[in-house]
């Protein structure tokens, strides 16, 4: 069992910037793959990035380059940093964690958090 609780999200203005964070509890967190995923009201779940077990990371092409994905195993915590944020990127957050399947899809990852609103003002 995995419990995932994310924390950080608001309101923001395009172009501002915010920071995420997901806590784990249960299964030891530094085994863990952890990904972020975002949905928009009426969109299917997108997936944004992971952060494997081992500190690499992937992103979507729509964030790359603005969205940093880190984790500190010592806190039991992954982060999401978003950057240069457009309104586009409005929706609920949520993290979840992977054991093993398709990364970008998902019906892949085996718990999930509640989720965190983040609004983005034009």
């Known amino acids: 069992q995995v419990q995932l609780v994310e924390s950080g999200g608001g309101l923001v203005q395009a172009g501002g910037s915010l920071r995420l964070s997901c806590v784990a509890s249960?299964?030891?967190?530094?085994?863990?793959?952890m990904g972020w995923f975002r949905q928009a009201p009426g969109k299917e779940r997108e997936f944004v990035g992971i952060?494997?077990?081992?500190?690499?990371?992937y992103y979507s092409d729509s964030v790359k380059g603005r969205f940093t994905i880190s984790r500190d195993n010592a806190k039991n915590t992954m982060y999401l940093q978003m950057n240069s944020l457009k309104p586009e990127d409005t929706a609920v957050y949520y993290c979840?964690?992977?054991?093993?399947?398709?990364?970008?899809?998902?019906?892949?990852?085996?718990?999930w958090g509640q989720g965190t609103q983040v609004t983005v003002s034009s």
């Open positions: 979840a964690a992977l054991f093993s399947g398709v990364v970008f899809q998902a019906k892949s990852y085996n718990y």
């Open positions: 249960g299964r030891p967190f530094s085994s863990n793959n």
């Open positions: 952060c494997w077990s081992g500190g690499s990371t």
